[in-house]
């Protein structure tokens, strides 16, 4: 090989092993300092723990409640993701199918959801849920990522509708079955990458929302895991090792889910936010 | 089974398959965003609203001691947030994206493990950098300043006016890196192979190629990327709460209008509450930089289909 190309190569890998350490050292700091013991963490803070230390999680399941936290956010996350499927879809089968003008009207209408932020709408929400007696419920955060979750559906789902082939409308047509019945029977079916894909974009903005808990949300009893995260952090400040296994179990489902679908997750973000 | 001809009236069926998403998010996406503008108009005790004050909160915002303070502080923060950040994911972010879309071994794995950092809460990626990385005590960035010679660095980083707000402009720009490098990526695997062999034949060195070649061609997702970064940047919220309290930490240095506007409508006065008349100020302004940025999306896309055809 010509030195030249090296010293390009060098100074090529260099750059990105450089970039994979600053990204993967704060992750795996933040997995090992967990599995310390908090004397240990003062001690040795930058390296592999001497042995596997699992008291903080102990702990934190047990005096820290973290097992109720994690079955509300994996309900809310599940509950969400099904009401927003099942009513985007037949939303989208109408956008791919009918395009009258008034159903355009309504899609530029759903689609701008995905670039307004809902944070704008915050102390009407509050205002609405505390009249409605919702607030301090997880029906509340469910609700709110329905009406945010809509939008992406909507696009994701009519884009990927439109794609399947008119012949195959036509032939179930021919054989009597009616348009709802085209829904349910051809389209939804066909549906299921298309849903993947969707749901594997929408897990992450659900699980890691802070700002609604926040505010939304005083009883113990329906905390979501970021929410008690950050209240952990407000309570335990000197225990490291604790607040650290909160850390890591807030991330840890989220980067094992991410790892597995990234393929589908990918595509959908791109479809979501190139063309949107 | 009788066969029918097609299309029996369609019109029933599409009302019932359109209104549960559009009933749900009419009433708790589009409604409440109007109704806290409306709100910013009114007088208000806790939840409960008084009267019609008409632009009364925004004159008290706009020119009364603490509120015209604190706004145009946020509002200058938020700026200077905004400049580091879209400074950092777009000329870094551009960088790695342009590296690891040659065809080297590991890209692909890079490519993966670029967006890690993305998956994560911000409020676990704030904490993680306040106590282990910024921590005054042990710190990992002062061990490694240290390790290389430049102890001089060495510094309270969250503790110092000066330096909080570009520390946490660089921890948002570690964790939204990923998002940048994805449509990056994309934007460039694009890119028809033709032209780049082209200006290969035309001897275009890599500077040329990126000056004349792949910039000009990802403009549009510059342009996308950007936007999504202003908005997401004036709405931020969770970074200062973990980094630096609802406060914003040091003495309102790193105040965001997201932090801002937290105090002013959902905290007692003690903590800096305004009463949700004025927090809706807060957000109404707050919306309107939102539009701002938007309204300039579609301009430049609209002026983008000009040049196309």
Same mark, same amino acid.
């Given at each position: 090989?010509?030195?030249?190309?090296?010293?390009?190569?060098?100074?090529?890998?260099?750059?990105?092993? #450089?970039?994979?350490?600053?990204?993967?050292?704060?992750?795996?700091?933040?997995?090992?300092?967990?599995?310390?013991?908090?004397?240990?963490?003062?001690?040795?803070?930058?390296? #592999?723990?001497?042995?596997?230390?699992?008291?903080?999680?102990?702990?934190?399941?047990?005096?820290?409640?973290?097992?109720?936290?994690?079955?509300?956010?994996?309900?809310?996350?599940? @509950?969400?993701?099904?009401? &927003?499927?099942?009513?985007?879809?037949?939303?989208?089968?109408? #956008?791919?199918?009918?395009?009258?003008?008034?159903?355009?009207?309504?899609?530029?209408?759903?689609?701008?959801?995905?670039?307004?932020?809902?944070?704008?709408?915050? %102390?009407?929400?509050?205002?609405?849920?505390?009249?409605?007696?919702?607030?301090?419920?997880? @029906?509340?955060?469910?609700?709110?990522?329905?009406?945010?979750?809509?939008?992406?559906?909507?696009?994701?789902?009519?884009?990927?509708?439109?794609? &399947?082939?008119?012949?195959?409308?036509?032939?179930?047509?021919?054989?009597?079955?009616?348009?709802?019945?085209?829904?349910?029977?051809?389209?939804?079916?066909?549906?299921?990458? =298309?849903? =993947?894909?969707?749901?594997?974009?929408?897990?992450?903005?659900?699980?890691?929302?802070?700002?609604?808990?926040? %505010?939304?949300?005083?009883?113990?009893?329906?905390?979501? @895991?970021?929410?008690?995260?950050?209240?952990?952090?407000?309570?335990?400040?000197?225990?490291?090792?604790?607040?650290?296994?909160?850390?890591?179990?807030?991330?840890?489902?989220?980067?094992? #889910?991410?790892?597995?679908?990234?393929?589908?997750?990918?595509?959908?973000?791109?479809?979501?936010?190139?063309?949107? | 089974?009788?066969?029918?001809?097609?299309?029996?009236?369609?019109?029933?069926?599409?009302?019932?398959?359109?209104?549960?998403?559009?009933?749900?998010?009419?009433?708790?996406?589009?409604?409440?965003?109007?109704?806290?503008?409306?709100?910013?108009?009114?007088?208000?005790? *806790?939840?409960?609203?008084?009267?019609?004050?008409?632009?009364?909160? $925004?004159?008290?915002?706009?020119?009364?001691?603490?509120?015209?303070?604190?706004?145009?502080?946020?509002?200058?923060?938020? !700026?200077?947030?905004?400049?580091?950040?879209?400074? !950092?994911?777009?000329?870094?972010?551009?960088?790695?994206?342009?590296?690891?879309?040659?065809?080297?071994?590991?890209?692909?794995?890079?490519?993966?493990?670029?967006?890690?950092?993305?998956?994560?809460?911000?409020?676990?990626?704030?904490?993680?950098?306040?106590?282990?990385?910024?921590?005054?005590?042990?710190?990992?960035?002062?061990?490694?300043?240290?390790?290389?010679?430049?102890?001089?660095?060495?510094?309270?980083?969250?503790?110092?006016?000066?330096?909080?707000?570009?520390?946490?402009?660089?921890?948002?720009?570690?964790?939204?890196?990923?998002?940048?490098?994805?449509?990056?990526?994309?934007?460039?695997?694009?890119?028809?192979?033709?032209?780049?062999?082209?200006?290969?034949?035309?001897?275009?060195?890599?500077?040329?190629?990126?000056?004349?070649?792949?910039?000009?061609? !990802?403009?549009?997702?510059? +342009?996308?990327?950007?936007?999504?970064?202003?908005?997401?940047?004036?709405?931020?919220?969770?970074?200062?709460?973990?980094?630096?309290?609802?406060?914003?930490?040091?003495?309102?240095?790193?105040?965001? $209008? *997201?932090?801002?506007?937290?105090?002013?409508?959902?905290?007692?006065?003690?903590? *800096?509450?305004?009463?949700?008349?004025?927090?809706?100020?807060?957000?109404?302004?707050?919306?309107?930089?939102?539009?701002?940025?938007?309204?300039?999306? +579609?301009?430049?896309?609209?002026?983008?289909?000009?040049?196309?055809?």
């Amino acid at each position: 090989m010509p030195l030249k190309k090296v010293v390009t190569r060098t100074i090529y890998y260099g750059v990105i092993i #450089f970039y994979v350490i600053t990204i993967v050292y704060p992750i795996f700091l933040m997995t090992v300092t967990s599995l310390k013991p908090t004397r240990e963490i003062f001690q040795n803070p930058y390296g #592999f723990p001497e042995t596997l230390y699992l008291n903080n999680y102990v702990e934190l399941m047990v005096k820290a409640n973290f097992g109720t936290y994690f079955i509300n956010s994996i309900l809310i996350v599940l @509950i969400s993701l099904l009401i &927003i499927v099942m009513f985007s879809a037949p939303a989208a089968f109408v #956008f791919a199918r009918y395009s009258s003008r008034l159903n355009r009207f309504f899609y530029i209408y759903f689609l701008a959801g995905l670039v307004i932020p809902i944070r704008l709408g915050t %102390i009407s929400l509050l205002k609405m849920f505390v009249s409605m007696g919702l607030n301090d419920h997880i @029906i509340s955060l469910i609700l709110i990522n329905i009406a945010v979750g809509i939008p992406l559906g909507v696009f994701i789902l009519t884009d990927f509708i439109k794609m &399947i082939p008119r012949d195959l409308f036509d032939a179930a047509r021919m054989d009597g079955c009616s348009e709802p019945g085209v829904f349910m029977r051809i389209v939804f079916p066909l549906l299921r990458p =298309a849903i =993947a894909a969707l749901a594997i974009v929408i897990f992450i903005p659900i699980w890691n929302d802070f700002w609604f808990p926040l %505010i939304l949300i005083k009883s113990d009893s329906m905390k979501t @895991i970021p929410l008690a995260t950050a209240l952990l952090f407000g309570q335990y400040n000197t225990n490291f090792g604790l607040v650290f296994a909160a850390l890591s179990m807030a991330s840890v489902p989220i980067v094992i #889910f991410y790892l597995i679908f990234s393929k589908f997750f990918t595509k959908g973000l791109l479809q979501g936010a190139i063309k949107g | 089974m009788e066969t029918q001809p097609s299309t029996p009236k369609p019109k029933l069926f599409i009302v019932y398959f359109l209104l549960p998403a559009l009933c749900i998010y009419t009433i708790f996406f589009f409604v409440p965003i109007i109704d806290s503008i409306r709100l910013s108009f009114y007088d208000a005790n *806790g939840l409960i609203v008084k009267e019609f004050v008409g632009w009364g909160n $925004f004159k008290k915002l706009f020119t009364v001691y603490p509120f015209k303070e604190r706004l145009i502080n946020a509002f200058t923060n938020n !700026i200077e947030f905004f400049l580091i950040v879209t400074f !950092i994911q777009n000329f870094i972010g551009f960088l790695i994206a342009y590296l690891i879309t040659r065809r080297m071994w590991g890209a692909n794995t890079v490519r993966k493990i670029s967006f890690l950092p993305t998956t994560l809460s911000v409020i676990v990626v704030g904490f993680l950098f306040s106590k282990l990385i910024f921590n005054p005590v042990f710190g990992v960035l002062d061990r490694i300043l240290e390790a290389v010679g430049l102890e001089f660095l060495i510094h309270a980083w969250l503790g110092d006016p000066a330096t909080a707000l570009p520390v946490l402009a660089v921890v948002i720009s570690w964790q939204f890196m990923g998002e940048t490098i994805l449509f990056y990526t994309a934007a460039i695997d694009n890119i028809p192979q033709e032209i780049v062999e082209a200006a290969k034949i035309d001897g275009a060195n890599q500077l040329q190629m990126i000056r004349y070649i792949v910039v000009p061609y !990802i403009m549009p997702v510059i +342009m996308i990327v950007t936007i999504i970064i202003f908005i997401g940047d004036f709405t931020q919220f969770d970074i200062v709460y973990a980094m630096a309290t609802s406060q914003g930490n040091p003495v309102y240095a790193t105040d965001l $209008f *997201g932090s801002l506007f937290y105090r002013a409508a959902f905290t007692v006065p003690a903590r *800096g509450g305004w009463g949700i008349g004025m927090g809706a100020a807060v957000s109404t302004v707050m919306s309107l930089v939102v539009f701002i940025g938007l309204a300039g999306w +579609m301009v430049f896309f609209k002026s983008k289909k000009k040049v196309d055809y």
